[in-house]
């Protein structure tokens, strides 16, 4: 997991993380990473939306932002979550603006999910390795990135999370490279996470193949609308 | 994973889940298992506190409980999430009678990490077989439970997971139960849950020693507290 150029972080020394929190996302995709890196000593995380109304996710649990874009002028690391609610980020102009800003000054961009593809639409994934949910990889290479099927994928200082639950390998991973494997190794023991999944059907190649057809025929209608907004962002790079 | 008369529901069917939503809970106990557990057509799922206002985790991160325990009666299934604040609800008569008049009406009642503890206090696991996390583990004997060291332990009705992202292979493990195989293998891979934890530190088992015995010391404290408050809570069943 090579990164240029990041410093090497002790427990305790400030550093500020900006999570975008919006309107229909996966909760999971925030609230995993979030967990894991409050593990750290010293780490801010803040929740940020263009108010502080309760933001509803996918799902409907809600959660509170902590600070508007217009209060969030900086952060050391610009996380950007996944779900539904993409779709309408990837054209959020406000938004995209808010994330190029973050991005412009952050030691690393990431995200987690489909959160790549708004960093995509916003233009910061051209010319990077990145990866997203398996359901959406496609989109990836529309926004000038190249599609990688990787839990994490580290490209100088971008860092995508594949789907959902991938929030959390990606949060340690990025917990070893700033504060070393003795911060990360501690976060995932006091969360237990030694994981006993039922089933081997996490990802498209594991899942049996009548299971995973049918989940790509639910998703159809859905794979469209991300293809034309990923298409429509792409015309709109400068 | 037995349990005894337990239904087999169809994807559609209603089943209401009652999560509690608690100051200063672990948020991943809860935001976990109700990302599953809203992957299944048909489920509702409610996070239920005193008032409607926000809850702050332990982490700072915020969420808003939908209903009032006045107006959340019943459920088909209980959770109850773990995270520091379980301390107060371990003696909070309010909420352990709600918990009992839940648990009296469901079909499953259940917890994700030290939220095993205030299902203990309410005197819910006397006689059960039951598990928390690695860390709280030696108070369950203290409030009538077999503590058990697995991922999920089923105990009749009574199923408890492990410490924090445990939450992720109970919420499966309990789709799989009550909806079949299928409906929990198409959850995981929605969820793209293919874990790939980049150090093997996710329980006292797997961790280094020396990390092992530094966590311990941090805790001990807490520990301290825990034994307490789960020997009060024991001195009080009837």
Not at 179 to 206: H, I, K, N, V
Not at 219 to 225: D, I, L, N, S, V
Request: charged share 20%; proline share 6%; aromatic share 6%.
């Amino acid at each position: 997991m090579p990164a240029d150029n990041l410093p090497s972080l002790k427990l305790g020394d400030p550093f500020k993380i900006a999570m975008l929190l919006f309107p229909n996302l996966t909760q999971l995709d925030l609230t995993a990473p979030h967990e894991v890196f409050k593990r750290v000593r010293g780490v801010e995380v803040v929740t940020v939306w263009k108010n502080l109304h309760p933001v509803k996710s996918m799902t409907g649990l809600a959660l509170l932002p902590e600070q508007t874009m217009a209060e969030c002028q900086s952060a050391d690391l610009l996380c950007v979550p996944g779900g539904p609610g993409h779709l309408d980020m990837m054209q959020d102009d406000e938004t995209l603006a808010w994330i190029r800003q973050i991005a412009a000054g952050a030691k690393l961009v990431t995200s987690v999910c489909t959160g790549a593809l708004v960093l995509g639409a916003a233009g910061l994934l051209r010319g990077y390795r990145a990866t997203t949910h398996w359901g959406s990889i496609d989109a990836l290479p529309l926004l000038g990135a190249t599609a990688v099927q990787e839990r994490v994928v580290w490209d100088r200082n971008r860092v995508t999370g594949g789907g959902v639950t991938a929030g959390i390998d990606f949060g340690l991973q990025i917990i070893a490279r700033l504060w070393g494997d003795d911060a990360a190794e501690m976060a995932q023991l006091t969360m237990e996470y030694d994981p006993a999944p039922p089933f081997d059907s996490g990802s498209p190649r594991s899942a049996r193949p009548e299971l995973l057809a049918r989940a790509e025929t639910a998703m159809q209608g859905y794979r469209t609308k991300i293809m034309a907004a990923a298409t429509a962002a792409a015309a709109r790079f400068s």
